[in-house]
């Protein structure tokens, strides 16, 4: 069982390249997430998805777009890279629940850098 | 918006010592997630806990919904424990988390 399967682990992009980050999860979750973490900021919502065909924008999704094709996979764009983009992204799922009150399950992380 | 405070931001102990990590949310959940990142490491979930107390080998975590509170308590506290702890609040309603900002612990041998 492997949770949840960030790739990759680790990018360098040069400023106004694009990349596409994924996302997998085994665990048939509803729910999934983007973050990006940056030093003192603590984690923040980019985008989220509710289930399969839909997504949502978090707290922070310009210069991001996702995509939630299948149930399993959540992807990630960066259509024009900036420096200000370098962070660490971690991706998280959990299973729906009326009450909301469900375990979140979270990725390794991409370390990103944009130069 | 939910606020969510933890306190200390910042904690350093010495080996064997009992540590308290407090998380103070400003709306009414259900329950509470505590997660933990080691340096440089993803993020992995502790415990998920909706009333009293939880217990994960040397880690209990406690939780009053009615005052909107939850403590992480580490006992006999080891180097390996040394990462940051973040409390997170899973809405009643929508479908975002909140986090704290983390509690970064620092246990030293």
């Known amino acids: 069982n492997a949770g949840v399967t960030q790739t990759p682990k680790f990018r360098v992009l040069k400023t106004g390249q694009s990349m596409t980050l994924l996302c997998a999860q085994d665990m048939n979750h509803e729910y999934m997430y983007w973050y990006r973490q940056d030093p003192g900021m603590g984690l923040r919502l980019i985008h989220y998805?509710?289930?399969?065909?839909?997504?949502a924008k978090g707290e922070v999704p310009d210069g991001y777009n996702v995509s939630r094709l299948k149930k399993q996979n959540f992807l990630l764009g960066l259509e024009s890279a900036a420096p200000s983009q370098t962070s660490v992204y971690f991706c998280?799922?959990?299973?729906?629940?009326?009450?909301?009150?469900?375990?979140?399950?979270f990725g390794q992380g991409t370390r990103l850098t944009v130069v | 918006k939910n606020e969510v405070e933890q306190s200390p931001q910042n904690l350093t102990a010495q080996e064997g010592e009992f540590i308290t990590i407090n998380c103070s949310y400003s709306?009414?959940?259900?329950?509470l997630h505590w997660l933990q990142q080691h340096p440089g490491g993803g993020i992995v979930s502790l415990f998920m806990l909706s009333s009293g107390k939880k217990k994960h080998g040397r880690l209990i975590a406690t939780i009053n919904i009615q005052e909107k509170h939850s403590s992480l308590h580490i006992t006999a506290s080891h180097p390996r424990d040394s990462a940051v702890y973040i409390c997170a609040n899973p809405p009643n309603t929508g479908n975002q988390f909140y986090f704290g900002t983390g509690t970064s612990l620092t246990v030293i041998p």
């Open positions: 998805s509710v289930g399969e065909g839909t997504t």
């Open positions: 709306v009414g959940i259900s329950a």
């Open positions: 998280a799922s959990r299973p729906f629940s009326p009450q909301g009150n469900t375990e979140a399950f």
